[in-house]
């Protein structure tokens, strides 16, 4: 498993600011009323393609959450970059399908005319017994 969550590509732009619920990194973001991230929450919707970065700044790896009020580093990413992201619980998807917002802060399968926001790096299944409710980690591509 890897233990960054920006896997290749460099167009992007870290950032950091507070935010409103606990987030781990690999959540899509997007920004709050309050102007605080928050687990990207319209499914199927539109907005930055923001993804919470783990702090190896003082050696959190990808598991290590933030709790509400954290500051969260992210990466607002261009089209290309590959992150170690979340497939939603009940998931399968194969290499090159279009993905949208789930409205959890995971990705899940492009439906209708609903805004994709990246596509499957590679195949992916959480069906499977093991998957937590928050999904499974996975490679995504930004598009």
């Given at each position: ?12 732009t ?38 919470a ?11 290590v959450?933030y709790?509400?009020g954290d500051?969260?580093p ?40 609903n ?15 093991n ?13």
């Amino acid at each position: 498993m890897p233990n960054t969550i920006v896997l290749r590509g460099d167009q992007f732009t870290s950032r950091e600011d507070r935010c409103n619920e606990a987030i781990t990194p690999g959540h899509l973001c997007n920004y709050a009323a309050n102007d605080r991230l928050q687990k990207h929450a319209t499914s199927g919707g539109g907005g930055g393609k923001l993804f919470a970065l783990e702090a190896d700044y003082v050696g959190n790896g990808v598991t290590v959450a933030y709790a509400s009020g954290d500051r969260v580093p992210y990466a607002d990413c261009a089209g290309g970059v590959v992150v170690w992201a979340f497939l939603a619980s009940g998931q399968n998807v194969a290499r090159g399908a279009r993905l949208m917002s789930a409205g959890d802060g995971t990705l899940t399968a492009q439906t209708g005319t609903n805004i994709d926001m990246a596509q499957a790096d590679e195949d992916a299944d959480a069906t499977v017994a093991n998957t937590t409710t928050a999904g499974i980690r996975f490679r995504a591509r930004v598009v």
